[in-house]
């Protein structure tokens, strides 16, 4: 039987089945799975008897299809992929060979089994070296990062996703945005967010009309992330809209759902009703696809709490327009309790012990606010044995001299003895569910509390690296200019001195004596030149006369020098700024403004310098040919570098305004 009607068959089922019912989908999937398996067993069986031949176009059809079937069933996945791989062998050709290794690593590492793939991926590369191969050598290299990644071993997957960057050398564009995208994923893992936004920005420069829109989607997604985790959430908002109406047009619904709940996270406390929307349409979709994954359990558990913080908000309740959404608080509770249940089941399945933690404790509050005393207990009394192994130290030692054996021993035992002892137990019970619930949210707090601190003791550590380095630049300026101005200069003013008495003595012939003249000609304007370069270096009028001064004289010799008319302004109120702050100050300003002199074409630059009694604003504006707002980010060059730098260590922000034929202004605010 041709192998190309066996694929005909799968496509065509595939695609009436999926339309039809999702459910009837999974099962005939799995029929087709079997199918697909016996008819490759059969037809292996031929080639190997010598009855029929497998083109190279059917064996690449294989390929395709045990790329989508491969979650399907493990095990008769594995059978087909040893069919592939006696299939590959029997062809006699390597470069078949190299692409077969690659989809049986590709389906080892969907099943965590990652050294299993590494090992398969290394012999493709081995192939592809010999081959000189370099398209799919850089594929190997973006599979090897991949798994990598998986493992956690961030260092090995950047090596192997730069490799794959460095092998391609742009003829791939597809192979580079996904290697840059693996960079972007391994840097949010490791919390490094500014680098995994360079790697963003980069895999968006790659973009082109053949990247697939499923990538371009997921790079929106990991770019509103990012934001989010950046603390600007209007921008993280924007790309994580258009990454969700891009995974809606591919009918992505899994990334769509997880694109959806990242977007609700952004209005867990500015706007809680706005989140249960999209966290309902997040369930909706992982209901139909994924309903036992964790991702589905943690949706389910947010909506809880969701739920919780409505139905005991008087103004959140009465504002609730979604007609999913209960509008009573004893129905939001019951939804909040199954909600709940649910992400327990899940998590179990999953044996997620955390989860299953979480799910008991939230559980157990939720019962103690409707007023299920008993379970309630019950499931604290569970909840604080699980979570023992995940609290700190100081919160352990708490919980176990609230929830000592004796204690509810004495409560339990008083309690069938006496009804009478039973407001007791349960005024015990919400006490000590109320303490571990606080114990919790304060673990949380201090654990937050930490991070904040440590992000601040890297921050001062990279400010106290700046201000060296910015300090010893300005010293060496300094000491430089000073060698410059009172050691050569005076040098030279006193070799044209001796020049002038040396003709006086001398008696010259016309041309001679106008050569003499042209020659103490060219000492003066070396000595002008000498002055420059001091006066760039450290301006004389910045140390004698301050940072207006200095401006301004900085503003005329640029103005006399390249025929540009420079507007100098300072305004708001009068006062100094210290002297760090001044030479920081006047250095980001020269710096932009000899940029504006060399790059924009300009006929006109404005310089303006605003004090007010606590922050210092600095604009500098153009009327030159401006650029592309995208081509911010390749701007390179180490003037830039230090304007961000001295921006930085003044705890100051930058932003920039410009456009093909429109100008440039850059603003720069700065606290001192």
Known sequence: MNFSIVVGILKKNDKSLHINNPLRFDVMRQFQLILFVLFSGIFSGFSQHGKSKMTEEEFHEMRYEIEKIQTSNKDSVFVLVDDMMKIANSFKDDQILAKALLTKADVRSKYKDQVQAIATINEAIKINKRQNNKAELALCYYILGKCYAQKADHIEATKYYLKAIETTKEKDSVIIVKAYSGLT??????????????????????????????????????????????????????????????????????????????????YLESDPLKCIDLKLEAKALLDEIAPERSTTAYCLSILGDLYITVATNDSLLKNIKNPIVPKTKIRLFNDAESFYLRALDITKKNNNIQGVSES?????????????????????????????????????????????????????????????????????????????????????????????????????????????????????????AKDLHDGLGGLLSGTKLSFINMKENLILTPENAEQFDKSLSMLDTTIVDLRKVAQNLMPEALVKFGLNEALRDFCNSIQSSSK???????????????????????????????????????????????????????????????????????????????????????????????GLNKGTSVNIELNV
């Open 185 to 266: 994923m391994v840097s949010v893992a490791q919390a490094n967010y500014q680098n995994g936004l360079k790697y963003n920005l980069l895999a968006e420069k790659y973009t082109t009309k053949s990247t697939p829109e499923e990538l371009i989607a997921h790079n929106l997604m990991i770019k509103g992330v990012i934001y989010r985790f950046l603390e600007d959430f209007k921008k993280a908002d924007t790309y994580l809209s258009k990454a969700a109406t891009l995974f809606k047009k591919i009918n992505n619904k899994f990334n769509l759902a997880s694109t959806l709940n990242e977007q609700s996270d952004l």
């Open 360 to 480: 008991i404790l939230y559980l157990s509050i939720l019962q103690g606010l409707k007023g299920d005393y008993k379970n309630a207990y019950e499931n604290l009394v569970v909840a604080t044995k699980m979570n023992d192994s995940l609290f700190s130290q100081e919160n352990k030692n708490a919980i176990a001299k609230l929830e000592s054996e004796k204690e509810v021993g004495e409560l339990k035992a008083a309690n069938e003895k006496k009804e009478t002892f039973n407001a007791i137990l349960i005024g015990s019970s919400i006490a000590l569910l109320l303490i571990l619930f606080f114990a919790y949210r304060n673990f949380r707090n201090k654990r937050k509390v930490q991070n904040l601190k440590i992000s601040e003791l890297e921050k001062d550590k990279q400010l106290l690296t700046v201000d060296a380095m910015l300090k010893g630049q300005e010293e060496e300026r300094s000491r430089i």
């Open 564 to 658: 540009i008319t420079v507007n100098c302004q300072k305004i708001g109120v009068n006062r100094k700024l210290n002297n760090t702050a001044e030479v920081f100050v006047y250095r980001i300003i020269q710096e932009l403004t000899n940029n504006a002199v060399k790059h924009s074409k300009a006929t006109e630059i404005i310089v303006q310098l605003a004090l007010s009694e606590t922050k210092t604003s600095i604009t500098v504006e153009d009327n030159g040919i401006g650029y592309e707002n995208t081509n911010l980010q390749n701007k390179n060059g180490s003037g830039l570098d230090n304007i961000e730098y001295r921006v930085q260590y003044l705890n100051g922000t930058i932003d920039t305004e410009t």
